[in-house]
């Protein structure tokens, strides 16, 4: 009902920059809020930033400074700036999406499949 597929992963040196993108489609009425998590090899899926429908944002502690949230409602887009990235920013991140397909359907929870972020020299 409600696809999203992220962009703009890939490998990158310590102290670059990456943008990550992420498309939503599909039937949907609404979108509530979105963000970006990442996973880690061995670690559990953490919020590394929210935007909500008016804008207001929330960084991880570990993020915050480097990176900035936005979105673009008439596209049904959400986006990720990323940089001064460190070794430990490396992991798949997933985009994630608060959306209802009917005006009187309830907000549900959707992701991406994720897209790599690898930051090594």
């Known amino acids: 009902q409600v696809q999203l597929v992220e962009s703009g992963g890939g490998l990158v040196q310590p102290g670059g920059s990456l943008r990550l993108s992420c498309a939503a489609s599909?039937?949907?009425?609404?979108?509530?809020?979105m963000g970006w998590y990442r996973q880690a090899p061995g670690k559990q899926r953490e919020l590394v930033a929210g935007i909500t429908s008016d804008g207001g944002t929330n960084y991880a502690d570990s993020v915050k400074g480097r990176v900035t949230i936005s979105r673009d409602n008439a596209k049904n887009m959400v986006y990720l700036q990323m940089n001064s990235l460190k070794p430990e920013d490396t992991a798949v991140y997933y985009c994630?999406?608060?959306?209802?397909?009917?005006?009187?359907?309830?907000?549900?929870?959707?992701w991406g499949k994720g897209t790599l972020v690898t930051v090594s020299s």
């Open positions: 994630n999406v608060v959306a209802r397909i009917r005006s009187y359907s309830a907000y549900s929870s959707y």
């Open positions: 599909g039937s949907i009425f609404s979108i509530n809020a």
